[in-house]
């Protein structure tokens, strides 16, 4: 059982930045490729991003490409995600999730049903 505890939300302009950390209870947190994802009201969740239990790959959506960066810590057992020119359409609930998935440790999943344990979110207000 892996416990996720996103932070970082807030209220930020448009333009601004924001880093969110996810924090993962366990031992095994480098056996999990880590993933962000993101739901806006009355929208389904996205994937955002992506990285893999090595930390070497990375992935993410075109619509943050440039913009978002991921990133991850295993010693610190958290996962991280930069965002930097935020736009009003960022504007969401960011959650974190973990995939124990027998990929490769280069593997970046990006579908909702790959991922087995998931955050509590932490909002995400870009105002224009």
């Known amino acids: 059982q892996v416990q996720l505890v996103e932070s970082g939300g807030g209220l930020v302009q448009a333009g601004g930045s924001l880093r969110l950390s996810c924090a993962a209870s366990g031992r095994t947190f480098s056996s999990y490729a880590m993933g962000w994802f993101r739901q806006a009201p009355g929208k389904e969740r996205e994937f955002v991003s992506a990285?893999?239990?090595?930390?070497?790959?990375?992935d993410y959506a075109d619509s943050v490409k440039g913009r978002f960066t991921i990133s991850r810590d295993n010693a610190k057992n958290t996962v991280y995600l930069q965002m930097n020119s935020l736009k009003p359409e960022d504007t969401a609930v960011y959650y974190c999730?973990?995939?124990?998935?027998?990929?490769?440790?280069?593997?970046?999943?990006?579908?909702?049903?790959?991922?087995?344990?998931w955050g509590q979110g932490t909002q995400v207000t870009v105002s224009s």
């Open positions: 999730a973990a995939s124990r998935g027998v990929y490769s440790s280069t593997y970046c999943p990006r579908a909702i049903w790959q991922y087995d344990y």
């Open positions: 990285i893999g239990r090595s930390g070497s790959s990375t």
